[in-house]
């Protein structure tokens, strides 16, 4: 049987909770059967381990934003290992990462809490999900010194040199929406080259809308326009795309390893 993932969506944002039942729905009706959100605060976290109980398919990771990293404390990172000792359901630590976009100046900051959750991540065997902008040498470095479990490079959009060093350390390759966007060449062109056994797609949500929806809020259930996309450029039969995005995750998740 096949079916979509949306490896990394925010559906515990406040903008989903008034029709969160509807948004599970429309992802049911576009066969996306497994959800990852993506949490960065304690809130978010409970909310999406209550939805959980309904609905479980849901995966769900938390994680500290490399953006604020100045004001992660001690006391936050205990918070993480207790609810990671707590909860056995967190499947990954993110997203976390490093963010030079707007400024550097909380470079070192960022980098530290990096270290420091991947540490945790490697103390507790779960995998990561990374986010990096205007910061991939640095990104790079960190996780090579750093990462001993599996490493999600999630919306990539580095150079093509860049993802094929990731790729020989076995990291995964995730592609949102901003691949069916006209102008994104580069983007399309990682697409075309990623290797099979390290493609995953998400929808980011609520940011990156794809095509035809671009411009609106994302959903989950839009991760199938990502994927068909990605199908026609790679030139393979959906069903076949499906099979081994569904074998990816798994293996990022832990399932099928070990
Ligand atoms: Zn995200």
């Not at 550097?104 to 779960?126: C, G, M, T, V």
């Amino acid at each position: 049987m096949t079916y979509w993932i949306d490896t990394h969506c925010h559906l515990a944002d406040e903008r989903y909770r008034d029709d969160f039942d509807g948004y599970m729905q429309a992802a049911k009706e576009n066969d996306v059967a497994i959800i990852n959100v993506i949490c960065s605060s304690e809130e978010e976290l409970m909310y999406a381990l209550e939805k959980q109980k309904q609905y479980s398919n849901l995966d769900i990771s938390f994680g500290f934003y490399p953006q604020g990293a100045e004001k992660i404390t001690q006391e936050d990172l205990d918070f993480l290992v207790f609810v990671l000792e707590k909860y056995p359901q967190i499947k990954a630590i993110g997203e976390i990462g490093l963010d030079y976009y707007y400024t550097r100046e909380f470079a070192k900051e960022q980098k530290d809490l990096l270290i420091k959750q991947i540490e945790i991540a490697n103390r507790f065997n779960k995998p990561i999900v990374i986010h990096s902008r205007s910061a991939a040498k640095d990104t790079y470095d960190t996780l090579k010194q750093y990462a001993k479990t599996r490493v999600l490079m999630h919306c990539y959009s580095d150079s093509l040199e860049m993802m094929r060093e990731y790729q020989k350390l076995g990291y995964f390759i995730s592609f949102t929406g901003v691949v069916t966007f006209k102008n994104a060449s580069k983007v399309k062109t990682n697409a075309v080259n990623v290797d099979l056994d390290k493609i995953m797609i998400e929808t980011d949500s609520p940011y990156l809308t794809p095509v035809p929806f671009r411009g609106k809020d994302n959903q989950p259930s839009y991760v199938r326009y990502v994927g068909e996309y990605i199908a026609q450029l790679k030139n393979m039969e959906i069903e076949k795309l499906q099979l081994q995005l569904i074998d990816n995750y798994q293996r990022f998740m832990g399932a099928n390893n070990d």
